[in-house]
């Protein structure tokens, strides 16, 4: 990790620790009090279960908290409010003393909502962030995905420092509000360019504006104490105003794109913060009682799915459908089961049991049965073989035939392996696997019963079927097993003819002297293309962006006095130019315009830059060109940077000439040069022609047809047309 990293990891470390600490060193009771009479006396409690317990009621005097007078206490005599104590002292209206101690034991309330859960989401959180770090550490998305998880969790994990009237806990909760969903809309805003999304909203950079109100109310309140209550109230409103700003851009980025990707970060954000805003910020804020209490609104933030942001970021990785599809399968079990096992639970212990009690029993059962879930999951897939175990244990010896089956190199060898499976298995011999021309009312794989008579139709081709007869019944086990096996035999015999075909269509291209694979070649030149995609976004979110962070380093370098400063500009200088090297190498590999604004804006900026670096005058027509298969796009971008490049570094002319022309379902490509030219068939024979090699390949996938005419110093003519398949508007 870099120093900046682990200054981040530990000052969050840090500051969760003593946060904690002070919740845990003093239990919060949080008793109202009535201090116009000149005594504090008790008039409300934020946990009247446990001052029924400790035989405190409304109208006693509190004398003492922790054996200080309780009227020198300042939150008494600022807020009218007893906040916390390890041990208090009251009087009763006859005049009885009572000395209570107070432990977190006895406040189930105030432990699990103010110190375990807190702990909890601030370990997880800090689990999670480290785990992105090595697996994500040069991506400026997981930076700031970190940021946002350890925020949210220091800010969870002060609030029971905040309710104690701790000031660095006030401190931080306030800051950590604002700052943390200003990290996520930071998020949000890489994220979309990331996308390549268009981002309409406010820069993110005016929004870290909002943090300097905090520290700005703590300097006023030091000379005006009465404009706290208003600051907080403040405070909630910029949280509220933040959550919706965020709710707003995702809903209608996802209206605007339809993409899953920001329908799912919209799911993981709503989820926690909606609920928190509308049960206690939006009350309090409005001076109505809250719908829920602070911390028990605070528990929706437990069910921040961070992980699928994570998983989403990383989609290569993962299959994040097939991930959110278990979960919900999951969590719909665990939830009815949840649901059942806690009510009886409820209606057992319904007088002993809090409202944050039962909600605590529900989540740990709830989050008890998903791992027990996943946990059974990992179970079945390692015994999956034995996971039956009937008396011949079928399962186990369908997988063994599968893989035995699999090394078959035609039918006959498949059929006769079939064979031996079903005697080794049934140990029977009283069947027969036949060809018949007739139809049968069945599917591939599918099983018919007639009067001790098995039939099972392996593979239908339209003009024959492949039928196998087994001249007795069998019970329930075998019809299983032999009902798989033979869609496995189905599948393989599909494969193998389809495999078959390929050999004869090769062998039949070889026998002709035709080389020539035109499906072959536009697959292989498909997957090229894609790799260099990916290739350009990795070299754009690693190397580029380290060249840059460098650059602005730098930057801080060049204004200290220690270090010569034309040295350093000349760095600085050298770092800038391959930066923007590397910038048209991406735009090489994956060009930017052309998915944002069209192949006739691509060859636009194309023709610009070659216009700029080369030494000879280019003449231009391009016509417009629409396909039905959006590769072909693609492919001329590809032809024309190509014969482009070949122009300026082989063809030494003084004029070059270029003109796209559309034609129904295809274009023409024309190109022309006075430049040295070359003898064609040496060119086709040298080792140094790779680039006329690969504008040859190109055509040639797409069926297209290429005409060279070129002699020595006649320069180089190149036509070129390609027309669109039919099948390709199907």
């Known amino acids: ?208 504006l909002l943090l300097l109100f905090r520290p700005c109310c703590y300097f006023i309140e030091k000379f005006n104490f009465d404009i706290r209550n208003i600051s907080i109230l403040i405070t909630l409103g910029l949280f509220a105003l933040l959550v919706l700003y965020a709710v707003y851009i995702l809903l209608t980025s996802y209206l605007r794109t339809k993409l899953a990707k920001i329908r799912l970060i919209a799911i993981a954000f709503i989820t926690p913060f909606l609920p928190f805003l509308l049960f206690f910020v939006v009350p309090e804020i409005l001076g109505h009682t809250t719908i829920l209490k602070a911390d028990l609104a605070a528990l929706f933030l437990l069910f921040i799915p961070f992980s699928f942001i994570f998983i989403q970021l990383n989609e290569r990785l993962f299959d994040i459908e097939y991930q959110l599809s278990r979960l919900r399968y999951y969590s719909t079990l665990a939830f009815f089961s949840t649901l059942i096992l806690t009510s009886g639970i409820i209606i057992v212990f319904l007088d002993q049991l809090s409202i944050v009690k039962m909600t605590s029993v529900f989540i740990l059962v709830f989050l008890s049965f998903i791992a027990c879930f996943y946990i059974k999951e990992q179970l079945d897939y390692k015994y999956r073989k034995v996971i039956f175990s009937s008396s011949g244990n079928y399962v186990h010896n369908l997988y063994a035939a599968v893989n035995r089956m699999s090394k078959a190199k035609n039918q006959q060898e498949l059929l006769n392996l079939f064979k031996y499976e079903i005697i080794e298995k049934l140990g029977t011999a009283s069947f027969t696997i036949t060809t018949i021309s007739e139809g049968v009312p069945i599917s591939p794989g599918e099983v018919s019963i007639e009067t001790e008579m098995t039939n099972l139709l392996l593979h239908d081709t339209g003009e024959e ?140 900026k194309l023709i610009q830059k070659v216009k700029i670096r080369a030494d000879f005058m280019l003449t231009t027509q391009i016509e417009r060109v629409q396909f039905h298969d959006a590769t072909l796009h693609l492919v001329v971008y590809r032809l024309v940077q190509e014969l482009l490049n070949n122009a300026i570094k082989h063809a030494e002319a003084t004029e070059v000439s270029l003109r796209l022309q559309a034609i129904p379902r295809g274009f023409i490509l024309q190109y022309d040069d006075n430049g040295i030219g070359c003898n064609i068939e040496d060119l086709m024979q040298s080792s140094t022609s790779m680039g006329i090699n690969g504008i040859r390949e190109r055509v040639r996938a797409f069926n297209g047809n290429i005409a060279l005419t070129s002699s020595q110093n006649e320069g180089m003519h190149i036509f070129i047309q390609i027309q669109e398949e039919v099948e390709s508007y199907d």
């Open 1 to 208: 990790m870099s120093k900046w990293t682990y200054s981040i990891f530990i000052t969050y470390l840090l500051l969760g620790i003593y946060v904690l600490v002070v919740a845990i060193r003093v239990p919060f009771i949080s008793i109202s009090v009535d201090t116009t009479s000149g005594q504090p006396v008790i008039v409300d409690f934020y946990y009247p279960h446990w001052a029924q317990q400790q035989n405190i009621e409304k109208g006693d005097i509190l004398l003492e908290l922790d054996g200080k007078p309780a009227q020198d206490n300042r939150s008494i005599q600022r807020h009218s409010l007893a906040r916390s104590a390890n041990e208090l002292t009251i009087t009763k209206p006859n005049g009885e003393i009572h000395n209570i101690t107070v432990q977190h034991k006895d406040i189930p309330e105030e432990l699990y909502l103010q110190i375990i859960f807190p702990l909890f989401y601030f370990i997880l959180s800090f689990v999670v962030a480290i785990y992105l770090w090595q697996r994500k550490k040069d991506n400026q998305l997981t930076k700031l995905l970190i940021l946002f998880l350890l925020t949210c969790s220091l800010a969870y994990i002060s609030t029971g420092a905040s309710s104690r009237g701790n000031p660095i806990g006030m401190f931080v909760i306030n800051n950590c509000m604002v700052l943390c969903l200003v990290l996520f809309i930071h998020f949000l805003q890489c994220y979309f360019c990331y996308l390549h999304i268009k981002w309409p909203y406010i820069n993110t950079k005016w929004l870290y």
């Open 465 to 604: 079927k492949i039928i196998l007869i087994i001249r007795h019944a069998l019970h329930k086990e075998e019809l299983l097993w032999l009902e798989l096996l033979a869609l496995y035999v189905s599948m393989f015999i599909v494969n193998l003819k389809l495999i078959e075909d390929l050999v004869c269509e090769i062998q039949h291209m070889k026998d002709n002297n035709d080389t020539q694979l035109p499906w072959l070649d536009k697959l292989l030149w498909t997957i090229t293309e894609k790799e260099k995609s990916i290739l350009a976004q990795e070299l754009h979110d690693t190397v580029l962006q380290e060249q840059l962070h460098i650059a602005r380093e730098l930057d801080v370098l060049a204004g200290s006095t220690m270090i010569k400063k034309e040295k350093v500009l000349d760095i600085r200088e050298q770092l800038l130019n391959a930066t923007k090297d590397l910038r048209e190498y991406c735009e090489n590999l994956s060009p930017p315009l052309l998915d944002t604004f069209g192949l006739q804006m691509a060859l636009k």
